[in-house]
């Protein structure tokens, strides 16, 4: 059984499509996060969702769209892609707010050529 | 805002070596966590730490956090070679709630 699940696994495409990465989480979960990780490990939040509702919105640019259908599910969609959005997406989430160890996805290898 | 500054960058050693990767937070935290992200995969959640001065042990993983919450570390005695990848740290500051800072992130490689 896996806890949190991504998809695509890898994701190339060419710059100005859109594209949508998927999450979704079986561990009855409230909170779930995007994160962005750069080609130098370094872990950049993105959003943050609890039970479908947004409550951290970093400064992203509007290309990025996160939508939470339910509180299992947290989607991920970019329009016009640029070269400089070439990362590792991982999601994650964890059991309330303000405690508890984040789980996370496998991640998604974004390819912007 | 929060920052969490995480060193070394990198940290080569030789199998049998120690390692240790220093955290410091510019606020006070109210908890911080410890995440392993072999290379190749995602983080993995190691362990939390709450009180002032605790310690926690993982078997060879020792876990410290700092009298003022600002600070902790974490020291791998005798390292081996599936003790690879990226170590970070990420704190929550008192005052923001939910909210988790990473770390850079130290990369470990172990010389068999």
């Known amino acids: 059984d896996t806890a949190v699940s991504q998809t695509p696994k890898y994701l190339v495409t060419q710059m100005g499509n859109d594209k949508s990465i998927k999450c979704e989480q079986n561990?009855?979960?409230?909170?779930m996060y995007w994160y962005k990780q750069d080609s130098k490990k370094f872990l950049k939040i993105m959003f943050s969702?609890?039970?479908?509702?947004?409550?951290i919105n970093e400064t992203v640019p509007n290309r990025f769209s996160p939508k939470s259908p339910d509180k299992a599910h947290l989607n991920l969609h970019i329009n016009s892609l640029e070269l400089g959005d070439s990362a590792v997406y991982f999601c994650?989430?964890?059991?309330?707010?303000?405690?508890?160890?984040?789980?996370f996805g496998s991640g998604t290898r974004l390819t912007v050529v | 805002g929060q920052q969490v500054m995480q060193i070394p960058q990198y940290q080569h050693v030789q199998e049998g070596e120690d390692f240790t990767t220093y955290c410091n937070s510019s606020?006070?935290?109210?908890?911080i966590q410890w995440y392993k992200q072999r290379p190749g995969g995602h983080p993995v959640f190691l362990i939390q730490?709450?009180?002032?001065?605790e310690v926690k042990k993982q078997k060879r993983l020792t876990f410290q956090f700092g009298e003022a919450k600002k600070n902790s570390s974490l020291h791998i005695t005798a390292t081996q070679t599936t003790d690879v990848g990226t170590y970070f740290c990420?704190?929550?500051?008192?005052?923001?709630?939910?909210?988790?800072?990473f770390g850079e992130g130290t990369q470990l490689t172990v010389n068999p």
């Open positions: 994650a989430s964890s059991p309330i707010q303000a405690a508890g160890g984040y789980t």
């Open positions: 561990l009855g979960h409230d909170t």
């Open positions: 969702y609890n039970n479908k509702e947004l409550i």
């Open positions: 606020t006070t935290l109210s908890n």
């Open positions: 730490l709450v009180k002032s001065g």
């Open positions: 990420a704190g929550r500051q008192e005052t923001s709630g939910s909210r988790l800072t």
